[in-house]
């Protein structure tokens, strides 16, 4: 099974500052020919579903704040929030997509100072 | 828009049995991949089954042999049959829907159903 570890478990910011999310898989997630990495990052709210923010460790999900945006390769990707909003506040996963059992990181609880 | 409803989930006693259903809409259901996710109280997400277009079916290790992921395209619907329940069990469900260029990350989820089991 592919883990995915993410870091730091949690992180308080203030308002305007950068959030950066770190996630890492055990293999590497760029799994097919088509050099792309089966990467997806998730927001969740408290009481609310998970939602996409970004997939293909790059590409931003339809509707995602330009805010947002996720970088990496491999086995080492970044989630990058450019300036943390109070509306931003929630736990973000990872997600790989390469092989079943589709596995998740643990979670990073992001708030305001 | 799509909409993903589940409904299904209550209290159960351990070793019981509990169908999840998931209503859909605002998408053409035999086009997607569908997926079952959980979440135990406090805790992060957890895969738990894949039904491709195609038919064929995945499963967390945990749960092979008690849980059977299906469809009934007729009512747009997803389903979970969970058999023989433990503790571990306990979480929210949700239904979530495969991408639409078929890669299996989730592009849209329901709101939840809890399965709490306990004696």
């Known amino acids: 099974d592919i883990v995915m570890t993410q870091s730091p478990d949690s992180l308080a910011l203030s308002l305007g500052e950068r959030a950066t999310i770190n996630c890492k898989s055990s293999?590497?997630?760029?799994?097919?020919?088509?050099?792309?990495?089966?990467l997806a990052w998730y927001q969740q709210h408290p009481g609310h579903p998970p939602k996409l923010l970004i997939y293909?460790?790059?590409t931003r999900e339809s509707g995602v704040p330009d805010r947002f945006s996720g970088s990496g390769s491999g086995t080492d990707f970044t989630l990058t929030i450019s300036s943390l909003q109070a509306e931003d506040v929630a736990v973000y996963y990872c997600?790989?997509?390469?092989?079943?059992?589709?596995?998740f990181g643990g979670g990073t609880k992001v708030e305001i100072k | 828009d799509v909409q993903l409803v589940e409904s299904g989930g209550g209290l159960v006693q351990p070793g019981g049995s509990l169908r999840l259903s998931c209503a859909t809409s605002?998408?053409?259901?035999?086009?997607?991949?569908m997926h079952w996710v959980r979440q135990a109280a406090g805790k992060g997400l957890e895969w738990v089954s894949t039904?491709?277009?195609?038919?064929?079916?995945y499963y967390v290790d945990s749960v092979k042999g008690r849980f059977t992921i299906s469809r009934e395209i007729a009512k747009k619907s997803l389903y979970l049959q969970m058999n023989s329940l433990t503790t571990a069990d306990t979480a929210v469900y949700y239904c979530?829907?495969?991408?639409?260029?078929?890669?299996?990350?989730?592009?849209?989820w329901g709101q939840g159903t809890l399965v709490t089991v306990s004696s």
């Open positions: 039904l491709y277009t195609g038919g064929n079916t």
């Open positions: 979530a829907r495969g991408s639409t260029s078929g890669y299996f990350y989730f592009d849209s």
């Open positions: 605002g998408f053409i259901f035999t086009n997607s991949d």
């Open positions: 997600q790989q997509y390469c092989t079943t059992p589709l596995t």
């Open positions: 293909w460790a790059s």
């Open positions: 293999q590497r997630l760029l799994c097919s020919s088509n050099n792309k990495n089966y």
